[in-house]
């Protein structure tokens, strides 16, 4: 019990860390405008973040994100990643999961929920282009609707967009803008969504389908 309390502990300040230094980092790059947010994970239940993926730059905004509403969770990582020596050591540090043994990976992500845990996924599975987005996101895999059912674990989308403005897929490092006013403004919304324990998989991933998608084209189509 203490060897367990006292992981969360490090897990915690990783990120309260990580936090700082993202907002620091995204300084010359962006203006973050992220909508506030109170979150309370079910003891038993836990909660699951669900967020687009447009650019890298996305995980460095949620971090951002994570240390203004006060959460600590864990995410999904593509196991290649969590194999590069030093990366994959910190990632695992911040909660990493590595994605790639989907059994292993699933058998974590429903015990962290049930110890109620946070975990963040991006359902679209992989950064998307412009030509792969319908109404704003690229198709959701069904694997967080199937998660959400067994346990009825409520999730809270995450839309955030211009993030591929900043850094471009296919491109080393983001861009650096010395000028403030010529810095691209990167959009973060949520809207909570309750699931009712036993739901059908199918239809929870439809209606983030839908939720998602409003909150997203909402947020490209902002001035």
């Keep these: 019990m203490a060897g367990s309390t006292g992981v969360r502990l490090t897990h915690r300040l990783m990120i309260r860390t990580a936090s700082g230094a993202a907002s620091l980092a995204l300084r010359p790059i962006a203006k973050l405008e992220i909508q506030e947010c109170d979150i309370n994970p079910d003891i038993r239940r836990g909660l699951i973040i669900a967020a687009n993926h447009r ?37 695992r540090t911040l909660g990493a999961i590595p994605a790639g043994g989907k059994e292993f990976a699933g058998r974590r992500a429903q015990a962290l929920l049930q110890a109620g845990q946070v975990l963040v996924i991006t359902p679209e599975g992989h950064i ?94 902002t001035i």
Excluded: M
């Design 55 to 91: 650019s890298l730059l996305d995980f460095f905004v949620g971090l951002v994100a994570f240390g203004r509403w006060h959460v600590y969770p864990y995410f999904f990582v593509r196991s290649d990643i969590c194999k590069i020596p030093v990366l994959g050591l910190l990632l």
């Design 128 to 221: 998307t282009r412009a030509a792969d987005r319908i109404e704003g996101i690229a198709t959701l895999r069904p694997g967080v609707g199937h998660l959400a059912a067994r346990l009825g674990t409520p999730i809270l989308l995450v839309g955030v967009v211009n993030t591929d403005i900043c850094w471009e897929l296919g491109t080393r490092f983001p861009k650096i803008r010395p000028s403030r006013r010529r810095r691209p403004t990167v959009r973060l919304a949520v809207e909570f969504l309750e699931i009712e324990a036993g739901s059908r998989g199918r239809a929870i991933t439809a209606q983030l389908q839908s939720r998602l998608s409003q909150i997203v084209s909402l947020l490209d189509n």
